[in-house]
Structure formats: C-alpha cells, structure tokens
C-alpha cells in the first residue's frame, strides 16, 4: 500500500515569506508526527496529532510555527516569516494509534530559506 | 526529560567485518527503544524495537541490538557488514503516555569501506 507522501519534496523560499508544508499519511492511521531535521539540532519532535486534535504541541520552536489536520487525514505545517534558521528537512510520520505502534515516516520535505 | 547519546558520530569498517553502534539513553524507568536507519536522500527506516520482554532484540537486515537496563543501554549489532549498510543511525527512545514522541540521539555514520 501507499506509504506516507509529503509534498513539496523541495521548497525555497526567500527570508520572510510563509510556506505550507504537506503531509499525507497512511490511511488508517490516527497518530501524525512532525519531526525536524536540521545540522545544528538533528532530529526534534515537533508536534503529535491524535487525530484532528493536537494534545502535544511541545517542540513548535515559536509562534511562527503551526500545524493543523483535517478530516483525520492530511496535516499542513505552516511556517510564518521564514528564518535562516528555519532550513532544515521536516519528516512527518504516522502510526496506528498507541506508542507499540511503528511510525511510519514519509520521504520530507527539505526547506531552504535564503 | 529523556535524552539520548550516541557515542560515535562516525563508524567506518571494512565490509564483512563486525560492527556495534553504541547507545545510551537517560531514564531508569520503562522505556521504548527504537534503531531507525537512514539512506542517503531517504526518509527514516525502523531497524528493530524494544517494547518488553527479552533483551535482544532481532530486527531487520540481520541487526540486532540488546537492551540494558542497568546500563541505560541499547547497542546495535551486526556481526558481518554489507557495503549497502552504509548509512545513518539514530535510536530513539519514546516519550508520551499513549503515543511515541521519539527523542533521537544525534545519528551515527556508517561507513563500509570494501
């Protein structure tokens, strides 16, 4: 079956901007998980989804960064006024729900902000 | 909070020669730990996990890794290297009552040299 897609695979933007970051994840699967992967700090969590709600949002880095989800299924991650330090790969992943599950992760997204 | 340490940044080893990636992780009380693997430009890959039970766990690949409770430890292992096993390696433990939130060590290099 399909596994977890994320679009776009690639984004540059310019110092400022905005940028939606896509994440579809494997059908059935109620848990979604944003992880960001950058030089400087490796692989941090960001942000869970039991389903459309959000219970930890713990690792956002600041009020630029958001997360939704619809419908149980797609989730967008939304970065206001793009940093330098923004620059990193964002990997999201899903999982049936409960921690014995596997997270699945998808391909990321590599987000350079020039 | 948990953290993880990985004691070496980079591995090389010649190919069919042993290797063992080294981790340590910060709580005494239960815990979930995981091996992912990262190809070159691919998303994250789970190597094998431990849940409970017995301490050496089998994963894919012909890895495997042993869990240590009084050591907080939870090394990888193969006992005979393939080129294509060139890669990073992070583990991970959980933290969340009911979901993963993964904390990554900060990854090891392998580098299977013919």
């Known amino acids: 079956g399909a596994g977890v897609s994320q679009s776009p695979s690639n984004k540059v933007t310019e110092k400022g901007k905005d940028v939606e970051l896509r994440c579809d994840p494997i059908?059935?699967?109620?848990?979604l998980y944003w992880y960001r992967q950058s030089l400087g700090q490796g692989l941090e969590f960001l942000i869970y989804f039991q389903g459309n709600s959000a219970p930890d949002k713990s690792g956002l880095p600041s009020d630029r960064f958001s997360a939704e989800r619809t419908g149980g299924s797609v989730s967008t991650l939304t970065i206001q006024r793009t940093q330098q330090e923004d620059s990193a790969v964002y990997l999201c992943?899903?999982?049936?729900?409960?921690?014995?599950?596997?997270?699945?992760f998808g391909p990321g997204t590599r987000l350079t902000v020039t | 909070a948990q953290s993880v340490t990985q004691l070496d940044s980079q591995v090389p080893v010649f190919e069919e020669a042993p290797v063992e990636l080294r981790c340590n992780y910060s709580s005494s009380v239960s815990v979930y730990l995981f091996w992912y693997v990262q190809y070159p430009n691919q998303g994250l890959q789970l190597l094998l996990k431990y849940l409970s039970g017995s301490t050496l766990v089998k994963g894919i690949n012909g890895f495997e890794a042993e869990f240590n409770k009084s050591q907080t430890s939870f090394h990888l292992r193969k006992p005979s290297v393939h080129i294509s096993d060139t890669a990073e390696y992070f583990c991970a433990v959980s933290e969340g009552e009911g979901y993963n939130k993964l904390i990554f060590g900060a990854g090891t290099r392998l580098a299977v040299h013919p």
């Open positions: 059908s059935g699967h109620t848990a």
């Open positions: 992943a899903s999982s049936l729900e409960g921690s014995i599950y596997e997270q699945y």
